[in-house]
């Protein structure tokens, strides 16, 4: 099942920083991109559906680091 989760940043720098860390996270595959005026990301990736989604949890955590907020 392919999931997506959108991150909001108070700064486009920000949301920039963070979407360089995904593109060297080790944690899971993910695809990024900035959209909305550069200060969010959409990340999509693929979850089994099965038990608790940790790829989910990182991201949060991760987004949490640079100030940004699920959207």
């Known amino acids: 099942m392919q999931s997506e989760i959108s991150y909001r940043f108070e700064r486009a720098q920000l949301a920039n920083r963070f979407l360089n860390e995904l593109k060297h996270w080790t944690v899971a595959d993910v695809k990024a991109k900035l959209f909305n005026a550069s200060?969010?990301?959409?990340?999509?990736?693929?979850?089994?559906?099965k038990g608790f989604d940790y790829t989910c949890s990182e991201l949060d955590d991760l987004a949490a680091k640079y100030g940004g907020e699920e959207i």
């Open 39 to 49: 200060d969010a990301v959409k990340i999509t990736y693929e979850f089994d559906g």
